[in-house]
């Protein structure tokens, strides 16, 4: 079975957030309720400077804190790698958004705590994220990370791509390029 | 499901709310999202290939429908313009489908208020008013001005059937200096072939920004091939971001780096000299003149360091032709300063010497498609006898300017002097697009009459005598479209995705049925699929087979090779004799801005504006799902230079007064490193003051409250960053 992770190329990141429109539509997301955000960061001093964009989403953590502290098992991880929320069961506790390093969790005007779901429904039926798809830069990758030979994984080994955070051991399923 | 299916949802609709603009009943469940998402889980869903109208750009789209409701857009791989990526605007501006201040039929104006009206009253009521301005005033005394779409052409034949020549675009506000450098130059504007260029400078222009998106796609592909990409920009735009290196330029002064350039490659001889000698004329003239213009001259005045200049320069030259410079939109040279005109020049000559015209990697002549024609089977109206009274192409007042696109920002001035009396206004919105507002409100608001076609009730529709309402670009069928040139031309079309919401009707039907009313039927004896029938016959495709797929390839593919120019001479003009008759330099010379900050005053800046990648002009700020975002991120601010800021007793997120010979205004400042200490700079986009757009209204500020009304004397355009600002810190939020 596949397990599906993501590649997010900081180096392209225009900072545009037609991934935040793309998600919100494909997902039914009301406007204020976004499940990837944009951190900005500037270096340096006029005229040698820089600044970058850095597209932050759920991690999908394979080892992930957020379902350790759920109290009702609403959330919880599939085989497929995939972390998911299931809203019936979400009391609106909270702990979990406590818990996520990421800040990419938000609460949902119904009430109940939602995030980026790896548009899995709609890749099972054979579409790709459409975060992804949007892209003008073509800052993300998705695919199976358990294929070694799949693109996705060919490219986090040839490019040695590390994880956001790594050091929390939280095991992210997306991978970043940095410049 | 098909769209049969979707008239029961309508006819349901029609039923529920009123057609009137006080009647706002949201009850339905097509306005109401959180009803439809739960209905809709399992819903089947048809995809249906058109087009976006979020701005001019008109990618290529897949719109998605559940159960009548739109759903979401995707991109089109096939279109030429946005090769399947789709921007926020995009996404974001959909939703305006559902927007409560949307026109829900067509409005008159009776004292200061609106009255319901029905279509057949309000054409009989203007068409009675026309009648009477032609006989006081005669035909060029009426006008129409729109930003471009696929049914212009409707409109042209209308103002000719008419007999007036006053059909105007936005250009002047936006593009036409760099036109008429490019024209004058090579006889046409070109395009870039970005994907195939090893090294690629763009001086103003901001594709991820004021979005391009197949040239951002474009450019990224080159960078993975190994290009290079400079971009000279008084900002860190959203470009630079992928840019190996960016030059913060003074602003004004993008004339003074190309003039340095040019230098360098004469004397160093970097340039093609196979093709000057056989491709271009006055090459003399320009080495005559160059040497006043070395890089350390350059550097001077554009605060580029002069070995920076000279290295690109030899840079560039070892990769030619494979290298070109950026043809530009409106900004730094589309109608910015004074020297706008000159800097187009100058940069199409840094391209001709680059030996890159109409090659590989560099500069080219898109292919596209040439629509037919309506006649003979529908006469075309004669000619208009009187020119335009703005002035452009005569001699002694705007000689370069577009006779074609004419000077839009020159309405309210015609209008005061009493030459135009009566206008239609089509998805075009002047009282907020056009510089110092309060000027153009007073010259719109005397007309005799003012007709605007609009999907709301913005700023020019708020003052309007009659507002017409066109149907959402989701809800009609437009004229067939030859939008994105390319490698290779195309047609394509954009289609109802789902059945009108309210009483309103496509843009097309509207200049058709005007026209049959102002007593000119005879030239709109069509409708929309007879029109776009005859727009295909030339290349043997049926509509239907052009619906199926949105986009199609027409004609041949475009092949590297110069053939003669659209110029006097046939070659490229360097020294350009048109010019010299006229009275303007013939060879690029430096010119100085139309006004400088004073650097002797801590409060005194130039103002810069440009778009940010979520906004377009004044359309989307009313957009909840846009505007969420300006509000997140914090967007709504005027960038400023670090240490100005500091030197003004400013922290990030202050509010300051900005101030300037025709107006004022308050906002809060960003604080940064990435912005040329002369000057600030406002995202453009916000500023809205039609009180109908409640999201938007009174949020942020628009360059255009600060811009004195301008011409610059080649081609009319508004020198739109000719302006200086006094920018104080305040305390108060709101005076
Ligand atoms: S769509 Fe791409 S470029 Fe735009 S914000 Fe998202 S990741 Fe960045
Ligand atoms: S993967 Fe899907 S759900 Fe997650 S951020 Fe991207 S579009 Fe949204
Ligand atoms: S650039 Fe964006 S808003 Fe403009 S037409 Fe394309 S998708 Fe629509």
């Known amino acids: 079975m596949a397990r599906y992770g993501m590649v997010i190329d900081e180096t392209k990141c225009v900072g545009c957030h037609a991934c935040r429109v793309a998600c919100q539509n494909q997902n039914h997301l009301l406007e204020k309720e976004a499940y990837n955000h944009l951190e900005e960061r500037e270096y340096g001093t006029f005229p040698n400077y820089a600044r970058e964009f850095l597209p932050v989403q759920c991690q999908h953590c394979d080892n992930p804190p957020c379902v350790k502290v759920c109290p009702t098992g609403a959330s919880y991880k599939r085989k497929d790698g995939v972390v998911l929320v299931d809203k019936d069961k979400c009391i609106g506790c909270k702990y979990c958004i406590a818990a996520c390093p990421y800040n990419v969790r938000i609460i949902k005007k119904e009430g109940y705590i939602e995030k980026c779901r790896f548009c899995i429904e709609f890749v099972e039926q054979g579409g790709k994220p459409a975060c992804m798809t949007t892209c003008m830069t073509g800052v993300r990758m998705f695919g199976d990370l358990d294929d070694p030979n799949s693109e996705i994984s060919k490219f986090i080994i040839k490019n040695k791509l590390k994880q956001f955070k790594a050091e929390l051991n939280t095991k992210p399923r997306i991978y970043y390029k940095k410049a | ?735």
């Not at chain 2, 991109?75 to 946005?82: H, I």
């Not at chain 2, 320069?313 to 410079?325: N, Q």
């Not at chain 2, 900004?331 to 300063?337: I, L, P």
């Not at chain 2, 003051?689 to 355009?717: E, I, Q, R, W």
Request: glycine share 8%; charged share 25%.
């Open chain 2, 1 to 735: 499901m098909s769209l049969d299916d979707l008239k029961l949802t309508r006819r349901r609709f029609l039923k529920v709310t009123g057609a009137t603009l006080g009647a706002l009943s949201l009850s339905h469940e097509l306005l109401d999202f959180k009803h439809w998402v739960r209905a809709n889980a399992e819903a089947p869903v048809t995809r249906i290939p058109t087009f976006c109208n979020g701005c001019g750009n008109r990618c290529g789209i897949f719109a998605y429908v559940k159960n009548g409701r739109l759903w979401k857009i995707e991109g089109n791989p096939e279109a030429n313009g946005n090769l399947g990526v789709i921007c926020p605007k995009g996404h974001g501006y959909l939703h305006d489908l559902y927007n409560p201040s949307r026109l829900r039929g067509p409005l008159k104006r009776t004292g200061d208020r609106f009255e319901p009206i029905s279509w057949e009253q309000a054409y009989k009521e203007i068409a009675q008013k026309i009648n009477l301005i032609l006989m006081d005033s005669g035909p060029q005394s009426i006008f129409w001005v729109n930003y471009p779409q696929s049914n212009n052409p409707y409109a042209l034949r209308l103002m000719h059937s008419l007999g007036s020549p006053h059909y105007f675009t936005h250009g002047s506000t936006c593009y036409t200096a760099r036109n008429a450098g490019w024209v004058t130059t090579v006889g046409d504007l070109p395009s870039n072939d970005l994907s195939n260029s090893q090294y690629i400078v763009i001086i103003g222009r901001n594709p991820a920004g004021g979005i391009d998106l197949a040239e951002v796609k474009k450019i990224v592909e080159a960078k993975e091939k190994g290009a290079k990409l400079v971009v000279v920009d008084p900002r860190h735009s959203e470009t630079a971001i992928l840019a190996d290196e960016w030059l913060p330029i003074k602003p004004g002064t993008d004339l003074a780096f190309l003039l340095g350039m040019i230098n360098i490659m004469i004397k160093e001889e970097l340039y093609d000299r196979q093709f000057v000698k056989e491709k271009a004329v006055g090459f003399e003239q320009l080495d005559d003149e160059i040497v006043n213009y070395p890089p350390e001259w350059a550097e001077r005045v554009c605060e580029i360091p002069a070995k920076t200049i000279v290295r690109i320069t030899r840079e560039m030259a070892r990769v030619k032709p494979r290298a070109l410079l950026h043809r530009g939109y409106h900004a730094a040279f589309g109608s910015q300063y004074l020297n706008s005109f000159q800097t187009a020049r100058a940069l199409a000559i840094v391209n001709s010497l680059l030996g890159n015209i109409n090659r590989e990697g560099g500069i080219y002549f898109p292919k596209s498609a040439q629509l037919g024609e309506l006649q003979p089977k529908h006469p075309a109206p004669e000619l208009p006898k009187i020119g335009k009274s703005d002035g452009t192409g005569v001699p002694g007042r705007y000689p370069l300017g577009s006779y074609g696109d004419g000077i839009a920002h020159a309405i309210p001035e015609l209008a005061l002097r009493g030459e135009l009396k009566a206008g239609f206004v089509y998805h075009n919105n002047p009282l907020r697009t056009n510089p110092n507002p309060k000027r153009v409100i007073a010259g719109y608001k005397k007309l005799d009459l003012l007709v605007v076609v609009d999907t709301v009730l913005s700023e020019t529709a708020s003052i309007a005598h009659y507002v017409l309402p066109e149907s959402f670009y989701l809800e009609r069928d437009e004229a067939v479209d030859t939008k994105h040139s390319g490698k290779r031309a195309q047609v394509s079309i954009q289609q109802k995705v789902v059945n009108p919401m309210f009483d309103t009707r496509p843009g097309t039907q509207i200049i058709i049925e005007l026209g049959k009313h102002l007593g000119v039927e005879k030239y709109f004896n069509f409708d929309i699929d007879e029109g776009n029938r005859l727009r295909l016959k030339p290349f043997g495709i049926t509509l239907e087979e052009l619906k199926q797929k949105g986009v199609l390839f027409v004609g041949e593919k475009w092949k590297e090779g110069f053939n003669k120019l659209e110029t006097p001479s046939g070659k490229v003009e360097i020294h350009s004799s048109t010019l010299e008759k006229l009275g303007f330099p013939p060879i690029p010379r430096w010119e100085d801005p139309l006004v400088s900050p004073d650097s002797k005053n801590p409060s005194s800046f130039r103002l810069l504006h440009g778009k940010q990648a979520i906004h377009t002009h004044s359309m989307t700020a009313n957009q909840p799902y846009l505007m969420a975002i300006s509000r997140r991120y914090d967007l709504i601010r005027l960038w400023m230079n670090k240490e100005r800021g500091r030197r003004l007793g400013l922290k990030d997120g202050d509010w300051v007064q900005v101030k300037s010979i025709v107006g004022e205004g308050r906002i809060r400042v960003k604080l940064t490193e990435g912005l040329h200490p002369s000057c600030v700079w406002l995202p453009s986009g916000y500023g809205i003051f039609s009180k109908h757009l409640k999201t938007a209204f009174d949020v942020g500020l628009s360059y255009n409250d600060f811009l004195p009304t301008l011409f610059d004397p080649t081609v009319g355009h508004a020198m739109s960053s000719e302006i200086i600002v006094q920018v104080r810190k305040t305390s108060e939020l709101r005076s």
